[in-house]
């Protein structure tokens, strides 16, 4: 069974992690305002998109405005693991 610490305190619906929690929270309008919660707010110039779920922010700023995110550690270590060898042809295999 998956640990799931975090409780809604609206719901009791329970989460693996607090990220998770306050999305559900976010979207389902539990917190009582006058508009929806919308704390993700995209921070290009001139735009005023919102969202209440950071990876769909995130969606939104590679989309629209053509954003490429910085290559993290755990990418880089992925593609030098991946990336075949100088002495392999892909087509032929090992060379000799």
Known sequence: MK???FI???CRDRFPQKTS???HVASKQFIVISTRNKPYKCPFDGCQQA???P???HRHKIDVHKYVP???IRCKK???VSSPS???DLTTGPSR
């Open 3 to 5: 640990l799931k610490p």
């Open 78 to 80: 992925r593609s030098r």
């Open 51 to 53: 969202y209440n779920d």
């Open 55 to 57: 990876a769909r922010l």
């Open 86 to 88: 100088s002495d392999y």
């Open 21 to 23: 929690m306050n999305v």
């Open 70 to 72: 910085k290559a993290t």
């Open 8 to 10: 809604c305190p609206f």
